[in-house]
Nanobody, 118 residues
Framework: VQLQASGGGLVQPGGSLRLSCAAT????????LGWFRQAPGKAREFIAR????????DYADSVKGRFTISRGNARNTVYLQMNGLKPEDTAVYYC????????????WGQGTQVTVSS
């Protein structure tokens, strides 16, 4: 599975961005696609996950109610709609593929920078 993340940029506090993750290759071997982020000097943080089969989702408490993960009609694109952005949301955002329910994420996209600043 190859993943390409895009959509990052500079936005003012309170603004919105939509990230996209395009998946190619053996996407039928993927159980779910997740979004993570990593800020400078901090550990990588789980943000959200969507399961390909039924579209069910999970969110980190830090983004619940502000971010929405969704999938395209084909099994190859996942979106992360980010509303109410805060300076602490500034990070590099990565998408990753999870091969099974309790398995580690095995394929990662290259990351896209999100900067929230006035």
């Amino acid at each position: 599975v190859q993943l390409q993340a895009s959509g990052g940029g500079l936005v003012q506090p309170g603004g919105s961005l939509r990230l996209s993750c395009a998946a190619t290759g053996r996407t039928d071997s993927s159980y779910a696609l997740g979004w993570f982020r990593q800020a400078p000097g901090k550990a990588r943080e789980f943000i959200a996950r969507i399961r390909w089969r039924d579209g069910s989702t999970d969110y980190a408490d830090s983004v619940k109610g502000r971010f929405t993960i969704s999938r395209g009609n084909a099994r190859n694109t996942v979106y992360l709609q980010m509303n109410g952005l805060k300076p602490e949301d500034t990070a590099v955002y990565y998408c990753a593929s999870q091969p099974g329910r309790l398995m580690s994420y095995d394929y990662w996209g290259q990351g896209t920078q999100v900067t929230v600043s006035s």
